[in-house]
């Protein structure tokens, strides 16, 4: 019982680590992912605009865009609008010093000092490292770093001396990916390139919009001292990001479309720069830039507004990404719901360890009581409700942007209830062997088979059949017994009986009971024999034979001369439970059975 209860336990805890570490795996980001995308609310903020390059934008203006392009994008925000900082959430790297479209651009870009853009991280290391040196001393963060983090998998970045001559701030746009739902999850709001520490694109717009180029970092969390933000970190990795979950946003007029804040195509504000160069101005022209029946935009629609330019064109280079939200979720929108994560103070927290492994210990401690409490069907409609509870705790949490793990403990009490209720099925299979076992010591085991086949139906009363009862006893015995002490009394019945049973037994007969040195066996019930009469007479012939062998040993052990006799009856009895309802026993009355006694 010991070794049964310990394998059991032991087999029970590695089901529960395997199960466990595979549904952390390959289960727990996708749980994640859908309590991310289900409960998500609409964003609050006013201030975020997005301005999309989409495929409107290329078919009114020929893709891949020319440098002009972008200038006169950038162009209008400088000009005619008065919005409080923009983010480039485009990718230009090629840029030539003898092409005058390129320095129109770079000019433009200089000019812009509310403007960042952003850079790529690379983690292939370069020989000449002047660019990264011109990086560190005008686009690094002033961090009091007590994070420990010391190394980085990035060494370089994607630039050029031309563009940090230019460009007035630089964020990362470098996007952490999980590993196994490859999906973008958190934001690498840090990222540590050589050995400075650098902002992302959505994190450099927070800090230029207060003003401010100073951090401390620890293990648990960016602070930001001027303005009080503290930004969660989930988690500080070695690979240089520092990373901290993104709460996503719904659009608010839950119109199924892919940007969670106000979106404007930038084909539209081309057209619109394009008209107030010629003239066309909301002074001038003001039924065009009526909102009603807007055609142009007007430009005081951004005032104080944080504007994120970024490009999402059909096809497979376009800047998307594998999202809760979208499997084809703009770069740009993830930008803009980083920073308002920022201005807001609200970010995505995840339950800890200790919240996650209590969960677990209630669910699957709740299913062991009730596998041992309860039947079947009772039992797995408690566990369901308290799993109906449980999701809904999590749903709850998961609104409020709080992720608590439930894959994981689900897991775990499915396991646990499996596990328990073939434990117990097993255990009760064991110990009513046990009991078969214990009981055919007593009963023969034709009729401990009988009784556990007729389990739900036993009470008193039986039948009437024809039958062979055999008596046999030992000739003399009260005598002998009175010669011999108790101990040795039974040692001699014991054997006696012992090497009478199979013999019984080999004959299709059924031992009803020992009375005192005599054996009563019943041949035709409850084994079905038709040539019981002739089986019986061959048993006692065989027992006969046997008591000759056991006395000659005997009387070379220094034994008394034992002789048996063998009576045996045939005819109708009635068989069956003869007692009380609380007390009863399996046996056979009648006159044959009285005769075949007396014989």
Known sequence: NKWFYISSFLIYLFLTVSFSLLTLMFVESYANSFLISNFAKASNSQDIVEIVI????????????????????????????????????????????????????????????????????????????????????????????????????YNDVVSSSLLADYIPNYGSVKLPVARYSKEVLSAGNIIKVGDAFYPSLSFKMYMLANGTNEIDLNSYDIYVPKTGLKIPISFANYDGLVSTPIRFYKDAANLDIDYSHPTVSASFIIDTYRALQSGVTPKTDPELYDIKNIKYLNPDLFKDKVVFIGANISGPTADVHKTPMNDRHAGVDIQASIYDNLTSGSFLTYAGIGVNFLSFIVLSLFAFIVILRSKLVRGLLLILFLDILFLTLVAIFALNGHILSYAVPIVCQLVTTIFGYSFKFMSENRNKEKIKQAMGKYLSQDIMKNVVRNIDDLKLGGKRAVVTVLFSDIRGFTSLSEKMSAEEVSMILNEYFAEMEPIISKYNGVINKFIGDAVMALFGEPIQDSNHAQNAVKCAYEMLKKVEYLREKWLFEGKPKIEIGVGINTGEVFIGNIGTETRMEYTVIGDTVNLASRI
Do not use: C
Not at 100 to 117: A, G, P, R, T
């Open 54 to 153: 989409d495929d409107k934008s290329i078919r009114e203006y020929k893709w891949p865009w020319a440098k002009s392009m972008y200038t006169e994008l950038l162009d209008y925000f400088h000009k005619y609008t008065d919005a409080k900082v923009i983010g480039l959430d485009v990718n230009i790297t090629s840029f030539d010093k003898n092409n005058s479209s390129d320095i129109e651009l770079l000019k433009q870009i200089s000019k812009m000092k509310n403007l960042v853009v952003g850079f790529t991280p690379d983690q292939n290391y370069k020989s000449d490292n002047s660019i990264l040196k011109i990086f560190k001393s005008k686009y690094a963060l002033k961090v009091n770093n007590n994070s420990g983090i010391t190394g980085t998998n």
